[in-house]
């Protein structure tokens, strides 16, 4: 090869050298954080319109939990019962109830509920061809009604009636429980709730002293009320059945064991027992 060449071409290798060049590329790290702020961009925006979702439907939250459905429920009993203790006794459709109630803004499968479930299943409501009215325990129309009602428990021995049962299912009870006077008696019991009974008159009549002293002079201080409500069962005698609260016994607590269990500990180094000193009481005195 021709000697300029080479001396060319080793020039040409050196300036080369002696220039350095810089190539751009991108940057991996680079272009990772893009792929990952996209994600977090999306997790942004959908968090943000699910909770712009839920502060605009938030009634809609609140009125499909079940608290507001029971709440519901409650308010349409109550209604019924006081509607009925006012003497508005006739059925009404589930449109009419929910309008009286002020709770048409409830949804179709809240009402669905309503119809199929928790009106069907409650106690205290009585379905006849679609319509609902109140259910008491004691469905009574008048004054005359309770008085039978009253008369029958007592012929039966059934004992009285609660007040409050009257109430329910009597309109404007104590209208009529006053206009009755004294055909009934009340009677309060220990917790304060009242009871009627019927007054029979034809009970009043004056017994002979001398009986009276011979019912008075037969001892019971030993006979429980168990045995005399056997006694009476044997007889063919039906007792009065009690009406008051039924008490509850005491559970009995197990008595503490009073003196303290002494803790066993394994003993040590038994081959040194004449060699070893006992300080549990102290150090001893210096011989």
Known sequence: MDPALLRERELFQKRALSTPAVEKRPAASDSGSH????????????????????????????????????GCLAKIVNY??????????HFLTLDEILDETKLLDISMKQKQWLMTEA???????????GTYGFKP????????????????????????????????????????????????????????????FYNDKH?????????????????????????IEEYLKKQGISSMQETGPKKVMPVQKRKKQSGQRKRQFKTH???????????SDGVPAKK
């Open 35 to 70: 792929k990952k702020k996209k994600p977090k961009a999306e997790k942004e925006s959908s968090s943000g319109s699910k909770n712009s979702s839920e502060s605009a439907n938030g009634n809609i939250n609140i009125k499909t939990s079940s608290g507001y459905k029971f």
């Open 80 to 89: 019924m019962k006081t509607r009925h203790q006012n003497g508005d006794t």
């Open 119 to 129: 009106l069907v299943n409650n106690p205290k409501i009585d379905i006849r061809d």
């Open 137 to 196: 325990k004691y469905n009574l129309k008048d004054k005359k009604a309770l008085l039978r009602l009253l008369d029958k428990h007592d012929q039966l021995g059934l004992g009285g009636v609660l007040l409050d049962d009257v109430e329910e299912g009597l309109p404007n009870a104590a209208k009529a429980i006053k206009a009755l006077g004294d055909q009934i008696v009340f009677v309060t019991r220990p917790d304060k709730k009242k009871i009627l």
């Open 203 to 227: 009970c009043q009549f004056s017994v002979d002293e001398e009986f009276q002293k011979l019912w008075r002079s037969v001892p019971v201080d030993s006979i429980d009320e168990e045995k």
């Open 269 to 279: 180094n038994n081959h040194l027992a004449g060699v070893l000193e006992d300080y």
